[in-house]
C-alpha cells in the first residue's frame, strides 16, 4: 500500500534549475522524517537532504547552498528544488521516509533520473 512516486526529473543545463517532487500515500506522513538520495552509476547511493517532521533541514556538504528540500503535508508531498545544477549531480534521486523513531519503517521510491549536461 505504500507508496512514494518521484516525479519533475528531466535535463538540464549546468548552472540551471530542476524541482523534483514526491508524492507519498499509504502511510502517516507526518509521522516520518523525509529525505532525498541520488545514485550516480559506479557510485554508493548517498544523502542529499532530508527534513525532519517539523520542517528542519539537512544538506550534505555538495548541495548545501544550492538545493532546498522543503514539506507540504497536506499534500504528503516532499519536494527538491536544485539551483545552479553541476554535472556531478547527474544521477537518480531517490524519495524516503523513514519513521521518526521506528526507524526500520523505511521505505523508498522507485527514482527519477536527473542530467544535467550541454
Known amino acids: 500500500q505504500v507508496q512514494l512516486v518521484e516525479s519533475g526529473g528531466g535535463l538540464a543545463q549546468p548552472g540551471g534549475s530542476l524541482r523534483l517532487s514526491c508524492a507519498a500515500s499509504?502511510?502517516?506522513?507526518?509521522?516520518?522524517?523525509m529525505g532525498w538520495y541520488r545514485q550516480a552509476p559506479g557510485k554508493q547511493r548517498e544523502l542529499v537532504a532530508t527534513?525532519?517532521?517539523?520542517?528542519?533541514?539537512y544538506y550534505a556538504g555538495s548541495v548545501k547552498g544550492r538545493f532546498t528540500i522543503s514539506r507540504y503535508n497536506a499534500k504528503n508531498t516532499v519536494y527538491l528544488q536544485m539551483n545552479s545544477l553541476k554535472p556531478e549531480d547527474m544521477a537518480v534521486y531517490f524519495c524516503n521516509a523513514r519513521h521518526y523513531y521506528r526507524d526500520y519503517d523505511d521505505y523508498w521510491g522507485q527514482g527519477t533520473q536527473v542530467t544535467v549536461s550541454s
Open positions: 527534513i525532519s517532521r517539523g520542517g528542519s533541514p
Open positions: 499509504g502511510f502517516t506522513f507526518s509521522s516520518y522524517t
